[in-house]
């Protein structure tokens, strides 16, 4: 019963709010409750740019411009949305009567739910191994992985789900590794992640609830269980350091359990899910656009910025939202204190004040990078400059080893709307190219 209860107040109330929305044409609600949005975002997106900068709408409002969403990022005026805190009275004690233990993503700790001082200690803590420089020294890592899998992809005749044995594997390898992940739990990782990737949604079926919060409490499990195993034996590893930081004196650095948990929780999750969406992606868009492929097989120079325009093109995180702390101007209206603002990240890339030709793929677009696919201000990616790695170094790996690769079906995909990517992608690998050539 309690289960059923949080469910009722966290996702039920909104659920049924946003499919009446929906049918009215509440730009929110469709974003939560419309299945043709989910199928497709991109009419709708611009079906909003044409109502103007920032849209109106019951339970919000709603931005697909650059400029607007760049400001409400970087703005001190405006704050992440932790969960539950925008609901009615009533269902806000509800939902904190019936929350149990349970760490989620969207709730503090969790650096998605929190903002200064607490925010610049925790990010402190991890921030080290996602400098440029380190992710650098990783490259030679995510070579030699991707390698090992692409041998193993090699040896594969027929259809091949390149989600499964491939976007999903190098991401979730390389973040083990920096987390010193044993490799028998990785495919228990992989199995909470999918679990508990539309834990990031809202007005989730209470059968979407449920398998949510059997991922995350697995997960959860696990998580504590690998901690006290690291604090036994520690190694080089950033888990291991967290560890050694949280029983610190020095009151910068100290984290209590809970914190220790959703911190290094987040770090591995975050550190392989939008990745294997923008590996997912790549290969998708690049299978439907063979003259660009034929552009980097000229030119793979260009690999970097190909990944950029990948994620311009279709953002693995499609959108976010702030809470306005004081009452503020944002695009000429007034955000009263306690209003909310949902940021499209995705339509903010598409943006055509900022891009040329938004919706054509090129991998050659010379100011790509300006997307928001990473977000902006202090809650920026933290692991944008390993996620970019890994894509260029997966995504060029990939098509020099299969060149005449092309798909094999249609593929499926994923159930989320906060994330976007594929849950299957077959394609046909075709001969190999020979390392030994």
């Known amino acids: 019963m309690r289960e059923r209860l949080h469910w009722l107040a966290m996702h039920g109330f909104i659920r049924g709010v946003a499919a009446v929305g929906a049918r009215r044409g509440d730009p929110q609600a469709r974003l939560v409750a419309d299945p043709a949005v989910k199928a497709d975002p991109i009419p709708f997106y611009e079906e909003l740019r044409s109502r103007g900068p920032l849209v109106r709408g019951r339970l919000s409002y709603v931005t697909v411009d650059h400029a607007v969403a760049s400001e409400v990022l970087r703005s001190d005026d405006f704050r992440v949305l932790m969960l539950g805190a925008n609901l009615p009275a009533p269902l806000r004690w509800l939902e904190r009567r019936t929350r149990g233990n349970l760490l989620h993503p969207l709730r503090p700790p969790s650096l998605l739910a929190v903002e200064p001082p607490d925010h610049t200690r925790y990010r402190k803590t991890v921030s080290a191994v996602f400098t440029p ?101 520690p190694g080089e590893d950033l888990m291991s350091q967290l560890i050694v930081a949280s029983e610190t004196d020095s009151a910068e650095r100290h984290l209590d359990e809970t914190e220790l948990q959703a911190i290094a929780g987040l770090v591995l999750a975050a550190g392989f899910e939008t990745t294997v969406n923008l590996l997912g992606n790549g290969i998708r868009i690049l299978l439907d656009a063979p003259e660009q492929l034929q552009v980097l097989q000229r030119r793979p120079q260009s ?28 695009a000429g209206r007034l955000i009263r204190r306690g209003e909310l603002v949902v940021v499209c990240l995705a339509a903010a890339n598409r943006d055509p004040a900022v891009f040329d030709d938004p919706h054509r793929f090129d991998v050659e677009r010379v100011n790509a990078n300006r997307h928001l ?65």
């Open 133 to 233: 420089r380190a992710v650098a020294a990783l490259r030679e890592r995510v070579e030699h992985t991707a390698t090992g899998l692409l041998d193993q992809l090699a040896g594969q005749s027929g259809v091949v789900d390149v989600v499964d044995h491939y976007c999903s594997q190098l991401p979730v390898a390389i973040i083990s590794d920096i987390l010193g992940v044993p490799d028998h739990d990785r495919g228990e990782i992989l199995q909470f992640g999918e679990l508990a990737a539309p834990a990031l949604d809202v007005g989730l079926s209470w059968r979407q609830f449920r398998r949510v919060q059997r991922g995350l409490a697995g997960f959860n499990l696990w998580l504590a269980g690998h901690l006290r195993q690291l604090r036994r034996t």
């Open 303 to 330: 690999w970097a910025g190909a990944v950029e325009e990948i994620l311009r093109l279709e953002s693995p995180v499609q959108l976010t939202a702030r809470v306005a702390l004081n009452d503020v101007e944002l």
């Open 373 to 437: 696919a990473f977000s902006a201000g202090r809650h920026f990616c933290l692991g944008a400059a390993l996620a970019r790695v890994e894509g260029e170094v997966g995504l060029r790996a990939f098509f020099e080893r299969f060149p005449d690769v092309r798909p094999a079906g249609a593929g499926s995909r994923r159930e989320t709307r906060v994330l976007r990517g594929w849950s299957t992608l077959p394609v046909l690998l075709g001969p190999a190219w020979s390392m030994a050539t």
